[in-house]
């Protein structure tokens, strides 16, 4: 369904999110090419073969190409109009992985299609949560000052988070978290976000501390609490119950929910990667689920062994870098996954400081100009899909700098459009493009 005022696509289209979403694409092809060059290859034949991640990616591009174009197209009214259904046959292709999937590093997640290539619904679904998301906010009839609104959205939004991480792909499932963003832009009270920040830095306080010494010290400082404010708590008992109810709530979270869901839901790897982070060592005899995935993790590198060549690579490019071709750790393969979530290194140790200062103020100038798209929307649809997108982005790039560097544990989360892999490239640039689209017909009122 196409629209007869559309024709021209480039009419009303931010042309400078499209060229820098050339250029980070063309940075993404680079760098698999560092990361994957041999001298003594046939590098015509491999690419028309396909035979390297390298060929792969480009042909990745040029179809993510025609995707871009297609939806550029469409009638945004379209992306309304199948909000809804798109969601749910998303939620139903994550649940189809459960029986088709194919195991790929111990994930479960992704479903073998034609030609060699696989499809991982998980990616996708971050476009349908997004769409339903703003679908289901820009209904007339949806309050989002109510705690019932926040209730829906956040199942919708926790649904495919769980599938995920029912598909060991805890990476995917946090990016869900993202659509907070989108979210507290449209009015969810401040108070959810301070609850939110304070029960993570009482998850890192748990690993940290031995949980019952900080069990005695929340006990300690609900008791003076109390005690300090006994005469106003007489003229309001509510106000003690409320209290008595976050110790609980609290001790509760110290002494029972982190430990069980670090030793029975977390796998022995990703226990050790969260503990390695805060410089701690996590004992694996705890863990409910090492003897399972024992097997399964046989003969793989310790878990840190990442993060330590990752950094190894970043800083041997120094502050000019090696140059084009001449990193000896990109050469060398000592990074695991560095055509993927490690993509980074190769890009740090070809141009060091100065090319990555350049490359993430690319992708500081992209946000910020998704953000003034997102800012400029009439249509409530279109807003809260921007922010979503905007939230996916930021999420994305932060998160898996910061795996590299050795700021955030090692979660599986590639770097937007730049790591290799079709699915995650086709999400990014579906996401980028319907944002466009509706960009384009800005003037309108979405529902």
């Not at 939620?91 to 060699?116: C, D, E, Q, R, Y």
């Not at 002494?255 to 022995?268: L, S």
């Not at 800083?315 to 695991?336: A, C």
Request: proline residues 3%; glycine residues 8%; contains cysteine.
């Amino acid at each position: 369904m196409t629209s007869n005022t559309n024709h021209d696509f480039s009419k009303g289209t931010d042309l400078a999110v499209i060229v820098l979403y050339l250029i980070m694409v063309a940075i993404g092809v680079l760098c698999i090419f560092m990361v994957e060059y041999n001298p003594s290859l046939n590098w015509s034949g491999t690419i028309l073969m396909a035979k390297t991640n390298f060929s792969k990616q480009i042909y990745f591009s040029i179809f993510c190409a025609v995707v871009a174009i297609f939806i550029l197209l469409l009638d945004s009214k379209v992306f309304t109009a199948f909000a809804n259904i798109s969601y749910a046959a998303g939620i139903l292709l994550m649940l189809a992985t459960f029986v088709l999937g194919k195991n790929i590093n111990g994930s479960k997640s992704w479903i073998p299609i034609a030609g060699g290539f696989n499809l991982q619904p998980a990616e996708l679904c971050k476009i349908f949560t997004a769409l339903f998301l703003a679908k289901f906010i820009s209904k007339p009839e949806t309050d989002f000052k109510k705690l019932k609104s926040h209730l829906i959205a956040g199942a919708a939004i926790a649904l495919p988070a769980v599938l995920s991480i029912m598909q060991h792909e805890m990476g995917l499932a946090l990016v869900y978290s993202a659509f907070i963003f989108a979210m507290y832009r449209e009015g969810l009270p401040p108070v959810i976000l301070v609850v939110l920040l304070s029960f993570a830095i009482l998850v890192i306080a748990t690993l940290l501390l031995e949980p019952s010494v900080l069990a005695i010290i929340l006990t300690a400082i609900a008791g003076l609490f109390i005690f300090s404010m006994i005469k106003k708590f007489k003229k309001n008992k509510n106000k003690i119950l409320l209290v008595i109810g976050i110790w609980g709530i609290c001790f509760g979270t110290v002494r029972f929910a982190v430990p069980y869901i670090f030793n029975h839901v977390f796998e022995c790897y990703q226990s050790t990667r969260i503990y390695s982070m805060i410089g701690k060592e996590y004992d694996c005899s705890q863990n409910k689920k090492s003897a399972s995935s024992s097997g399964e993790h046989h003969g793989k590198k310790p878990d840190d062994y990442n993060v330590k060549q990752s950094k190894i690579a970043i800083g041997s490019g120094g502050f000019w870098g090696r140059g084009f071709l001449k990193g000896t750790q990109t050469r060398g393969k000592y990074v695991p996954e560095q055509h993927t979530d490690f993509i980074f290194t190769s890009l740090g140790e070809a141009f060091g400081f100065v090319g990555t200062f350049v490359f993430l103020a690319l992708y500081l100038f992209f946000l910020f100009r998704l953000i003034r798209i997102a800012e400029r929307q009439r249509s409530v649809f279109s807003r809260v899909y921007a922010y979503s997108v905007v939230g996916i982005f930021f999420f994305h790039i932060a998160v898996n700098i910061s795996m590299t560097v050795g700021l955030f544990p090692v979660v599986g989360i590639p770097l937007p459009l730049i790591s290799y892999g079709g699915s995650s490239l086709l999400t990014f640039t579906v996401l980028l493009f319907i944002l466009l689209r509706l960009d384009a017909d800005r003037q309108m009122v979405l529902r």
